[in-house]
């Protein structure tokens, strides 16, 4: 793994002391691969294509992802962010259960390490051609570009970004693309332990974006969903569209229980600026017009991280009982699943004795039948059919018998 200097500081925000112990315990799990049997807590950042997600992603995690349209999400990303004595960045791909045996083993072995940030779009492009994306008419994948980011002083944390939702075919985008991008953001949504970040975009109406239909339907209550308005730059002052965003904003048209969040991000067609230039950006934006009017606790990157970070501790703490049972009983159950399968045989030579008294067993009792000595429990009792059937020698006498009569 490189041993660089990356900037993902701002994560820190995110992870306070209290919660460290317990990210800590999920992250252990999720290491040990324990997400694909129980849902483990993370925060899902999904959203209509160009609503403006992966920005969100970049101001949350200090971790730059393109943005621009040629760029677009064509597979789920996972950032996973992890204490460890050692600064470094490592990218792989998990290959999505659909995939053949070979599939899973040629995706398997992608693994890159960075030394910076700025080759992200380029690795993103190999891992396209390693997922097959633009041949075969495939736009699209389920597998999971995962990258990690390691050091000391960096939280315990899981965030993903998914594919945008497609609203219709192009000649990019299949109708068996918009399938499978649906299925992939509802499987990620249904984690009844994720935090759903239903990002919609002010610069088009919200009633018209899929994502608010899909994460109502996911989370009925609202419990797990935040919403976050993005673009709110795109507003004409004074209009309808601006009120109707500012409603939306006080959680008074599409309610969660989690309530709204607005952000404006960086201009991602001109690509320039700093972080530090963005959040100032941001904030003075928020000090003109009717933004003054809202909350400062739900504007800007700053109070999101504040916002998110107490979310995640709510929904570990809450959860973290049901899931210590849950993971107790499917454990229990793949322990009696492996004692019925009775003694381990790992080697060639085990496995090979242990067929031959099978072997053995069945000659036993073929020969037992043939010659009519029935003392062992498989014949069972002669007075029922299933006994009788098993009596070889005695059926064949009848059959004799039986035969002779007839003729």
């Known amino acids: 793994m490189v041993t660089k200097s990356f900037d993902t500081r701002v994560v820190h925000e995110l992870c306070s002391k209290d919660q460290l112990d317990l990210l ?26 160009s609503s403006g997600k992966s920005s969100v992603l970049e101001a949350i ?19 996973v962010l992890r204490k460890t004595s050692k600064i470094g960045v490592s990218v792989s791909i998990v290959p999505d259960r659909s995939r ?11 693994r890159e390490t960075l030394d910076s940030f700025a080759a992200l779009p380029t690795l993103i492009e190999n891992a396209k051609t390693a997922m097959a994306i633009g041949s075969l008419g495939r736009a699209f994948s389920k597998d999971l570009l995962r990258v990690e980011v390691s050091g000391p002083d960096r939280p315990h944390l899981t965030i993903v970004d998914l594919p945008g939702l497609i609203h219709s075919e192009t000649k990019q985008q299949s109708a068996a693309d918009i399938e499978l991008v649906q299925d992939v953001v509802k499987s990620y949504m249904k984690e009844p332990r994720s935090i759903i970040l239903a990002v919609v975009s002010a ?78 950006e941001e904030s003075h934006f928020f000090s003109k017009g009717i933004w003054p009017t809202l909350p400062g606790s739900i504007l800007g990157i700053v109070p999101l991280r504040e916002r998110l970070s107490k979310l995640l501790l709510v929904q570990i703490a809450a959860e973290l009982p049901s899931l210590v049972e849950e993971i107790e009983l499917k454990s229990a159950a793949c322990r009696t699943g492996l004692e019925k399968l009775g003694q381990p045989r790992a080697s060639i030579e085990e496995q090979r004795q242990y067929l031959i008294t099978l072997s053995q067993a069945c000659q036993a009792l073929t020969k037992a039948a043939v010659d009519g000595t029935y003392n062992d429990d498989f014949f ?28």
């Open 203 to 280: 610069k088009n109406d919200y009633a018209n974006q899929v994502v608010l239909k899909l994460a109502r339907a996911a989370d009925r209550t609202g419990t797990r969903t935040l919403g976050v308005i993005t673009k709110p730059d795109t507003l004409v002052p004074g209009s309808d569209s601006e009120a109707m965003y500012i409603s939306l904003a006080k959680n008074l048209d599409v309610e969660f229980r989690l309530g709204w969040h607005v952000l404006k991000n960086m201009d991602s067609e001109s690509g320039s600026g700093t972080r530090s230039n963005r959040d100032e």
């Open 380 to 407: 069972g009792n002669a007075k029922t059919d299933v006994g009788y059937q098993k009596r070889i020698r005695a059926v064949v006498q009848n059959l004799n018998q039986s035969f002779s009569e007839t003729m």
């Open 24 to 49: 800590d315990s999920v992250d252990r799990l999720r290491s040990q691969g324990i997400d694909h049997y129980v849902s483990l807590p993370q925060i899902i950042v999904c959203g209509d294509q």
């Open 61 to 79: 995690s200090g971790v730059s992802f393109p943005v621009k349209s040629s760029l677009c999400t064509r597979f789920p990303t996972e950032l």
């Open 100 to 110: 053949s045996e070979v599939e899973r083993e040629s995706l398997s072995s992608f």
